[in-house]
């Protein structure tokens, strides 16, 4: 089991305004707050949010070795809409709006967010609705 995920970001209140609301809204609770930084658990997993000063870039690439994105599961998928509906008053956009819901294929139902820190996260319906 996943024991926590730790996060740096060139700006700690833009991350926590974005990845809070969402994590909030997944059902995670704030657990550990300090200047620079913050964290939010589930059970025994939890994802800290920290602005270092050892940071190297001042914003993250998905697409360069590392991290490409976190994948949530979420309820439903009247959740994973609620969800990308408000998103964007919390710092994300939807990604390929285009081909949403079905951006991971016609048997994968999700959103696809990112922030302006550059940090991508998917939201998958574990039930996904039924097709006719």
């Known amino acids: 089991m996943l024991h926590h995920i730790e996060l740096w970001t060139p700006d700690l209140d833009r991350a926590v305004a974005s990845f809070g609301w969402l994590l909030e809204a997944l059902g995670h609770s704030p657990f550990q707050s300090w200047s620079g930084g913050r964290s939010w658990r589930l059970g025994p ?38 969800l990308a509906a408000d998103a964007a008053q919390h710092g994300w956009r939807l990604m390929f709006p285009e081909r949403h819901p079905y951006a991971g294929g016609r048997q994968h139902y999700a959103a696809y967010l990112a922030n302006e820190d550059g940090f991508e996260v998917e939201l998958v319906a574990i039930r ?5």
């Open 128 to 132: 996904p609705p039924e097709r006719n």
């Open 45 to 82: 997993t939890y994802l800290v949010i920290e602005q270092s000063s050892a940071l190297t870039a001042e914003e993250h690439d998905r697409c360069r070795p590392g991290l490409n994105h976190l994948a949530f599961h979420v309820e439903d998928a009247a959740m994973v809409e609620e």
